[in-house]
């Protein structure tokens, strides 16, 4: 303590006001949390039971963190202006796979491609979607009736390149087929992203250069990194030869007339280019185009991320759906009240929006099982919450999901599967899981579409129940949480 107190002064007196076990010197608390990166994450949620279960400060190497789990100081940081970049550490993680895309930058690149991109993601283009998610949700249920009531499908796996082919098809602009392939090199690879990118976070001994760059570790993190990046350069040279035969075909139809091709091009991209479109014509402020290797970070990212974390979310909520069949039966219910006889329809915006409960077993589900399970600030400034304590520059502010989302005094008996607490009114940021104010989630319109519209066609075509003893998920809290073994369910078809 005392080593502390003299070593950093100012920092040290800001940090020791909240609550935390005492640092070690170079080490700080680093060898509490061990170098399992899985296990850490237990070890991290256990101190803050420990603690009090508030919010918690720690410790690692040089880094300060302070892990917030109180509404009103999550609501601190996420609604700031300027305190806008992400810790450090996390993008030295995550760089290696996403370059400078836009969750991994800051400044001017993170300013002008989130502008660029926000209008992919508005409510008015929100319609055309669903019919995406609608029609691969036929060819999602071609694979499931090949499965019988009793054997199991391990949602993961079909799940992934469904959620995949909507992505490339409403956003990238090239029709994919990954669902007959589950195999394919791309769902293999980028299976391992975050397992990789965790490791890379919590595993200190990664940081000593030379000894990760020799180990096996690197040589996986290396031939996952080509081969995630290979299929963003495939998608977008996709996309360019439908657009040169685009332009192609406008030339020759204009022939004999006068036209500004670029003209005729702006006005398409206008009317529903696709984000990747937008991309590719983008220019900067001198006037030159985007180069591809740019173009690849973010569709690399949204690749990933967007079909990733919608994935686990849809499969996790089945699985709750699963283990508790009144819930189940609840849902069907609504559903039955918005579609009438009609089960066998596929749901507009409209019919979303009606479904109160569903979204509200999703949230639950997301409680229990948090999709993201952490997210950070790195300071610029000193940060004064709410009490009047403050978090010094150059400290980390991290919203710590799975603490949260546990705290009995915002979500009472938290261990309880209990939907019916997300149809109450709650604190503004006592349940925030696409993050909030200016760096939140920029697809979490579509992603809502993507699951309600996914998990309602779903449970009206099939009963889902639990699969046999000795495939329960093995969850591991990663940067996303996901289970080791998958996700086994029997699906069952419904009669009307
Ligand atoms: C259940 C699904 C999803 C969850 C729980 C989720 C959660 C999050 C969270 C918590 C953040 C904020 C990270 C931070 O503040 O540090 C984030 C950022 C982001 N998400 Fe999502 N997300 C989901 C789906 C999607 C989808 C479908 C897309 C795109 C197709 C997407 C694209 C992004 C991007 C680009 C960012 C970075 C934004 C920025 O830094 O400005 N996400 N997401």
Known sequence: HDYFTRKRGYRWEKLSEFPGDTPLPIFGNGLQLGFDADESAHKLLAMWEKHGKQNIRLSL???????????????????????????????????????NSVSTSEGERWRSTRKLMAPCFNFNTLEAKIDDVNKYCDRLFEVFDTYDENSHVELY?????????????????????????????YLKASGKVIKIVTYNYFSYWRNIRFLFTMSSQYTEM????????????????????????????????????????????????????????????????????TSDDIINEEITLLCFTGHYTTTATISHTLYCLAKYP??????????????????????????????????AVIKESIRVIPTVTKIGRQLQNDLRFK????????????????????????????????????????????FVPFSAGPRNCIGFRFAWVAMKATISNILKRYEVSLGDAGTEPQFVSRLVTESKNGIHLKLKKRTY
């Not at 799940?159 to 090199?185: K, Q, W």
């Not at 996952?224 to 406008?250: F, M, P, V």
């Not at 089960?343 to 409960?357: R, V, W």
Request: aromatic fraction near 8%; glycine fraction near 4%; charged fraction near 25%.
């Open 61 to 99: 190497g040089s880094e300060d963190w302070i892990l917030l789990t109180d509404p009103d100081d999550i609501g601190t940081i996420l609604n700031h202006s300027t305190e806008i970049s992400k810790p450090l550490e996390r993008n030295m993680a995550m760089k290696p796979f996403f370059g």
């Open 157 to 185: 796996r079909y799940l992934r390149p469904f959620m995949y082919d909507i992505l490339c098809t409403s956003l990238m602009g090239v029709e994919t087929n990954l669902l007959a392939d589950p195999d394919h090199p």
């Open 222 to 289: 290396m031939d996952t990194i080509k081969t995630i990046k290979q299929n963003s350069t495939n998608i977008i040279s996709a996309r360019r030869k439908i657009l040169n035969s685009i332009i192609e075909k406008t030339r020759n139809n204009n022939k004999n007339i006068d036209i500004d091709l670029e003209e005729i091009i702006e006005s398409k991209l206008n009317n529903g280019g696709c984000l990747l479109d937008k991309l590719i014509f983008s220019k900067s402020s001198n006037g030159e185009s």
């Open 326 to 359: 009144e819930i189940q039966n609840r849902v069907l219910e609504e559903q039955r009240s918005i579609f009438n006889k009609n089960m066998h329809k596929k749901p507009t915006t409209q019919e979303l929006n009606q479904m109160k409960y569903l979204e």
């Open 387 to 430: 009490d009047g304590r403050v978090a010094p520059a150059g400290s980390s502010v991290l919203v710590f999901y799975e603490a949260a989302y546990k705290n009995p005094t915002v979500f009472p008996e938290p261990e309880k599967f209990n939907p019916d607490r997300f149809l109450d009114s709650m604190h503004t940021f006592a």
